[in-house]
Nanobody
Framework: VQLQASGGGLVQAGGSLRLSCTASGRALSSATVGWFRQAPGKDREFVAAIRRGSSTTYSESVKGRFTISRDYAKNAAYLQMSVLKPEDTAVYYC????????????????????WGQGTQVTVSS
């Protein structure tokens, strides 16, 4: 599967952005899709995931502000980000999980085997 992440940009604190992840070569409806982010000098960290049954999981740092969703017809997944903070600045990556993932494994980078190229999100204060 090939993934393409887009929708990043520069936004002021308190603003919103919607990231898109489009896929080719595999139906995202059959997969767990995750969003991760990596800030300069930091490790890549889990942001959100949506499983085949459309259940969602979020990191504590974004819960209540970000929403992950998918569009079956467009074979895409999205990350709606609201009330953005400067600490949300990072390169955001979408990824497809290795088979069915239990909740405790959603947060692990090694649970995903296909990654998009990333899209930069910069939040100014």
């Amino acid at each position: 599967v090939q993934l393409q992440a887009s929708g990043g940009g520069l936004v002021q604190a308190g603003g919103s952005l919607r990231l898109s992840c489009t896929a080719s070569g595999r139906a995202l409806s059959s997969a767990t899709v995750g969003w991760f982010r990596q800030a300069p000098g930091k490790d890549r960290e889990f942001v959100a995931a949506i499983r085949r049954g459309s259940s969602t999981t979020y990191s504590e740092s974004v819960k209540g502000r970000f929403t992950i969703s998918r569009d079956y017809a467009k074979n895409a997944a999205y990350l709606q980000m609201s009330v953005l903070k400067p600490e949300d600045t990072a390169v955001y990556y979408c990824a497809v999980g290795k088979g069915s993932l239990i909740t405790s494994t959603l947060f692990l980078k090694d649970s995903y085997d296909s990654w998009g190229q990333g899209t930069q999100v910069t939040v100014s204060s």
